[in-house]
Structures are given as structure tokens and as C-alpha cells.
């Protein structure tokens, strides 16, 4: 197929008015391309109440209901987003129902400020997740080593300034030697510590309360396809909490009448939405991929379940340079060149390998993105050198971009 021509854009797409390179996006739901293709109920939702007066709070109290209703909380309450959410359940935790403390954050004289986190689990998704702790005013307070955790470490790390404990899930985390969820809440639960859970990117809507979690945070924007937006639920009290840090820190990072209503159609729609057959087609991405891969020299192909256990597969391609003559981190960026950019997952790069994640793709962009692999594949072999870019020097390049901006 001639992917030029092909039909998978639209004419008078919104990124071609604006000048913008036309993505196509098979890394996964990640801020820096968009996140995620939201769901025509939210879009109609938004787009429904953009013109229109409500009155904010009843709006969140239905909100309040649904994530209710999805997750088997008391209540829920919609933020910005999960990074968000992180920082207001901290600050919920800290100043309780004190709405002077609440307009006194970030300083914390006279709270308990300190929050527990796993060292193993201090990650970045873009910014570092301590500091949406520190965000609210709170000291961190690390638990064992990256390398691992132990519950009498969590143990010996509450003390009667302890305010939270913040448990994080996502395929980032170090995933060995790590304290498990249950064993987390019931160490904290000991002592009276409540346990929030960063599960930005899980589709499991009840697990983690189940597990022992206290308060479970979700992104809105990911695997839900809402608007921009963070869900947070838990027992009554403990969301109010959250809820009313909007008089506080809160402020700055509120979420509007269109990001709720969005988030609240993508959570409806989350009940009836068709999970095996986007499962199906995820699937029939995956095979094209295999199919288009088969016997290229230095390729190996393998479709690999998701680290978190989310119902999804991504396609693990493995570049053996010497034969393919490419390394993979220089394929991954021919690929995302060009007038259609096609984006893989490739924060393993270093090792020779990088993703394709099916969840994210419109109708037929699955034959685009074999189409351009072949293309920068089959270039690859015909050059007399092997394409071969010293990993540090894509490392600095990278750093350089980020500092260049707006140029
Ligand atoms: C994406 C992510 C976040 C941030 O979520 P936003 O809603 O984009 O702020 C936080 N934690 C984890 C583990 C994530 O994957």
C-alpha cells in the first residue's frame, strides 16, 4: 500500500489545519502524544455542556455515584488528573477536614506531613511521582532500596507524624522485592496509617480497595479514554477530604464542568463498552505485525502479556543490529520521522527492543505502521553501513530538544 495515500486520515484533520505532523500512536496512552482516542460518549458529553451553567457541586456529587457504582467505594471524586490526585489525597490526608489547614497548605506546621513510599516505586510517568507528594507540602519519606522492601522497613518507618502511605502500580515500578499490596495496607492499617494507591494506568476498577487500599487513584485520560482528568475513590469521609482541598491547593488544579461530564460519560460508557472485541481487534494488530515481521534478518517478534496484568498484549520486537543492519533505538526513531510519524514504546530501548501497543489505533493505521517498518527495514538492509547511533549520543540529543523549546 502506498501509505501516503492511504485513507486512514481524515482530509480535514484538526493536526494538518494546525500544521502538526499527523501521529500515529502505538507507544501506549502517553501524555506528550495525547494520551488517549476518547470515546464518542465523552466527546458528546463535553462538548454537550461546554456552553451550559451547572451547579459544580451536584455535578460532582453524581460524579460521586458513578465512581461509586464502578469501583464498590462509598464515593468518588473527579481532579485533573491522577498526578493530581496524588497531591490532594496527600494534602486530604494531612489536613483531614480543617479547612484552615487547607488554606494554609503547603505549610504543614502543626500536621502530620510525613508520606511513605517504597523506594522501588518512586518513579517518573513524566514528572516524579514524590514530588506531587511533596506538591502538598509533605516530606517524603523513602522505604527500603530501589532494590527492594521489606514490611518490617514500612514498619520501622511510621512514627506519629506519619500522614499516608502512597502505594504505586504501574509497569515503571521495580517489579521484584517489593512489598505486595495487601501486606502494604495491612502494615499500615496496623497503625492507623491510611494507604492511597496510584493506579493511574490499571484497568481494574475494584481490586486495590479490595486488596486493602484506602483511597485508589485512577487517570481519566488512559485506558478509560475520557477527557484530561484523575479519579479518586474511597470511603465518604476520606473523599470529602480530597474534594474540599479545591479551597486549597486544590485551586490550580481543578478539573471544569467539561473535564468532569467527560470523565463521567467515559466511566458510563466503561460498563458497556465491548471489551472483547477491542481485545479481538487489538489481537488482529498484533498478528498483522507478526505477519509483516516474519523472517526479516535480525527481527524477532513476540507478542508479550502487559506487566501489570491489564488485559492487554503489546509486540515485543527485538533488533539484533548486525543483521538487521539498524540498532533499535535508530529504528524506533525512523520510524517516528517523517509526514507520518509512527511513535513505538521504547523506554527499554537500550536493550535492543522496543513495543507496540495495539490500544491506541484508528481503523487500519495497523497496515500504516507494517507498512513503514518494512519500508525503514528493507532501507536498512540495502545500506553499506550498519545505522548505528552511540545510544549517549541519542541521550543528549534528547535532553538538548527538551531545553530548545519553543525553537
Ligand atoms: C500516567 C501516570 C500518572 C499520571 O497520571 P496523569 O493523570 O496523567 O496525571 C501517575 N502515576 C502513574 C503510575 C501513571 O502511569
Known sequence: MNIRESNTMPKDDIRSRLGLRPVINVSGTMTSLGASIVVPQA???VSAILTEFVELGDLHRRASTV????????????????????????????????????ERLPDTTGLKNEVLIQSGHMVSYGAPVEQAIRLAGAKVVPVGQATG????QLRG???????????????????????????????????GIPVIVDAASEYDLAGFLADGADLVLYSGHKFLGGPTSGIVAGP?????????????????????????????????????????????RERKALDC???????????????????????????????????ARITAWDLA???????????????????????????????????VVAAR???ELDRARGSNEIIATPFEERLLAREAAILKWPD
Open 236 to 280: 465518604k469521609e476520606m473523599v470529602r477530604n480530597v474534594y474540599l482541598q479545591n479551597r486549597g491547593i486544590g485551586r490550580g488544579m481543578k478539573v471544569g464542568k467539561e473535564g468532569i461530564v467527560g470523565a463521567l460519560a467515559a466511566l458510563q460508557a466503561w460498563k458497556t463498552r465491548d471489551h472483547d472485541g477491542i481485545r479481538a
Open 333 to 367: 526513531d525512523r520510524m517516528a520521522a517523517g509526514d507520518r510519524p509512527v511513535i513505538v514504546r521504547d523506554h527499554e530501548v537500550e536493550h535492543g527492543y522496543f513495543y507496540l501497543d495495539p490500544c491506541n489505533l484508528h481503523p487500519d493505521e495497523e497496515f
Open 43 to 45: 466527546v458528546e458529553a
Open 157 to 191: 518507618a511510621i512514627n506519629e507524624r506519619t500522614a499516608a502511605a502512597l502505594y504505586v502500580v504501574s509497569h515503571h515500578v521495580v517489579d521484584y522485592a517489593q512489598i505486595p499490596l495487601k501486606v502494604f495496607a495491612t502494615v499500615a492499617h496496623e497503625r
Open 373 to 375: 517498518l518494512a519500508e
Open 67 to 102: 465512581i461509586a457504582e464502578l469501583t464498590g467505594a462509598e464515593a468518588g471524586f473527579i481532579t485533573a488528573s491522577c498526578s493530581a490526585a496524588i497531591s490532594l489525597a496527600v494534602a486530604a490526608a494531612m489536613t483531614g477536614r480543617d479547612l484552615a489547614a487547607i
Open 149 to 152: 522492601a521489606a514490611a518490617y
Open 289 to 323: 505485525w507478526v505477519e509483516a515481521l516474519d523472517g526479516r534478518a535480525g527481527i524477532t517478534a513476540r507478542i508479550v502479556p502487559d506487566p501489570t496484568n491489564n488485559p492487554l498484549d503489546r509486540l515485543i520486537i527485538s533488533v539484533n543490529p548486525n543483521e
